[in-house]
T-cell receptor, first 116, second 113 residues
């Protein structure tokens, strides 16, 4: 079974600084998708960024970028120029690209606080 | 496009009762997934429906069930509620391909007393 591990339960960053959130996963499959979701205190889960495993290029969305290391099964999220609105819980998630049992598997999440 | 909507947003029930939660996906989306979120267990997959058929199911007891209608709206039902069923229930919709991005609703907060 696939597992997703987010070993840091909490992190803090100064406004305008850069922070990196870590995520590792375990899978025997070669084709899969990885996601970072953000859940602000209002509870609406929002997609931050998505990475296809077959793409070597790291995904980027404005201030958000990932460092995808397929061999190491690592998928970290870098937030540049942190803003107060970035404070939220961040979840890393995995889904295999096929198979009857493909489902979105989440890590435990990391709470990010942003200091003004 | 309107986002995923869930009703009700908050619900209080007592042990032994049953509850039905509703989810309306983004227009055009044919897949709906349900998740249970608790502080202790995190986000756990309940089931996924596509074109009115259950496509996948998580490891939850049979008290948890769901269905999907022809307009893609979905409901989940929990019978014989237990205290441990208190959680935020999230639904997510996607267009239907397994690897499509899922878009989440605001959730239904269920409290079982």
């Amino acid at each position: 079974a696939q597992t997703v591990t987010q070993s840091q339960p909490e992190m803090s960053v100064q406004e305008a600084e850069t922070v990196t959130l870590s995520c590792t996963y375990d899978t025997s499959e070669s084709d899969y998708y990885l996601f970072w979701y953000k859940q602000p205190p209002s509870r609406q889960m929002i997609l931050v960024i998505r990475q296809e495993a077959y793409k070597q290029q790291n995904a980027t969305e404005n201030r958000f970028s990932v460092n995808f290391q397929k061999a190491a099964k690592s998928f970290s999220l870098k937030i540049s120029d942190s803003q107060l609105g970035d404070a939220a819980m961040y979840f890393c998630a995995y889904r295999s690209a096929g198979g009857a049992n493909s489902k979105l598997t989440f890590g435990k999440g990391i709470t990010l606080s942003v200091r003004p | 496009k309107a986002g995923v909507t869930q009703t009700p947003r908050y619900l209080i029930k007592t042990r032994g009762q049953q509850v039905t939660l509703s989810c309306s996906p983004i227009s055009g989306h044919r897949s709906v997934s349900w998740y249970q979120q608790t502080p202790g267990q995190g986000l756990q997959f309940l089931f996924e429906y596509f074109s009115e058929t259950q496509r996948n199911k998580g490891n939850f007891p049979g008290r948890f069930s769901g269905r999907q209608f022809s307009n893609s709206r979905s409901e989940m039902n929990v019978s014989t509620l237990e205290l441990g069923d208190s959680a935020l229930y999230l639904c997510a919709s996607s267009s239907g391909q397994i690897t499509d991005t899922q878009y989440f609703g605001p959730g239904t907060r269920l409290t079982v007393l």
